[in-house]
């Protein structure tokens, strides 16, 4: 198992898991809140990615797209689901 760095020196061990690389982005930025911006953010993600190779790219890629599915799915499914409890004017 391969370890990386975020800009502050936190440890994200590569375990093929995106949970682990989550995690430390949270808390690289939790810890520095008046630092967190959208640009700040970008910049710690490109970060981590430049560490990364191709295979590890393609495969944290792969489970982000599905992550943000899902995520993007479940939210279509409570709008439904909310559109089908309310009342309707009749």
Not at 17 to 25: H, R, T, Y
């Amino acid at each position: 198992m391969r370890t990386i760095t975020t800009s502050k020196g936190l440890a994200i061990e590569l375990d093929g898991d995106l949970q682990s690389v989550l995690e430390a982005l949270f808390k690289t930025f939790w810890d520095n809140p008046d630092d967190y911006s959208y640009e700040h953010t970008v910049q710690e993600i490109q970060h981590v990615l430049g560490q990364l190779s191709d295979e590890e790219s393609r495969q944290y890629l792969s489970e982000a797209i599905a992550l943000c599915y899902t995520t993007y799915e479940n939210g279509r499914l409570d709008a439904v689901m909310k559109k089908l409890d309310s009342p309707t004017d009749r």
